[in-house]
């Protein structure tokens, strides 16, 4: 027998390990063979098939928590006349491309939106899912077809569907972002935007977050999309009311969609 000096026996164990002779530590090969439900590791091509397989594929079919509230248009207490459907930017984006959000559903998404395609009967229509969104848009051939669809009372599981609109993406739009004004209210809210920013731009829409069951507005998250005089044109930082100001943010108009 054959006493290995420490220095000399840590190295040539660690020589062992590497070549996989030291029975003290079984390799990988060794361990998956004694596996017979476990592939082997030669057999990599098989285990990435597998894999890939088992893979969760990203799908539409069950949202368990509907969200409990939308965004909605506030430009009529602006400009007057009756609420009309929101509109939010997208990449060639336009009245006859339509968007619908799955979040909105608790049920089976793809259930719900054939309840839509149904509403458009024959009219010929482009279908796109963004799955990074998590929404559909359909792309309608003319302008009263879209209209049409935007001002039918669509339901599903007993709740309104929501439609939007899209506008199309420009260099001197911005979205102006309110993220908190808990101290007015949404009125003294939309007469500060009219007071302060509309005199620097033409204010395209507005929207805040509304429960989607009854006339309760919250106080944060308003956006106001703004097409400024000039590209020149500065905006301030926050809007100023009787008891203090409110903080705002703005940026260049932020896609809806991901492509």
Known sequence: MVIRKPVKRARALFSDILKGNDPKYATNAEVN???????SVFDKSKSDTQYLNQKTPKNTKKNTKPTKKRAVSLKYLIFGGEQSC?????????????????????????????V?????????????????????????????????????TLTYEDQKIDLYQTVKMEEDIMTVNIPNFKEISITKM??????????????????ALCNKYRNEYIPYGMKV?????????????????????????????????SY
């Open 225 to 257: 999309l703004l097409r400024k005089n000039t590209i020149e044109t500065e905006l301030p930082l926050f809007l100023d009311h009787e008891d203090g100001r409110i903080n705002i943010f703005y940026r260049g108009c932020k896609e809806a969609c």
């Open 190 to 207: 939309i007469e500060l935007v009219t007071k302060q920013l509309k005199p620097l731009g033409e204010i395209k829409d507005i929207s």
């Open 33 to 39: 063979s004694t596996n017979v439900n476990s592939p």
């Open 86 to 114: 929101l509109k939010r930017f997208c990449v060639a984006g336009s009245d006859q491309k339509i968007g619908i959000d799955w979040g909105q559903f608790k049920g089976d998404v793809p259930e719900a939106l054939d």
């Open 116 to 152: 839509v395609f149904s509403a458009i009967g024959d009219s010929i229509y482009t279908r796109y899912d963004d799955y990074r969104a998590n929404v559909t848009f359909i792309t309608l051939d003319n302008l009263e077809e879209a209209t049409n669809l935007m001002y039918k």
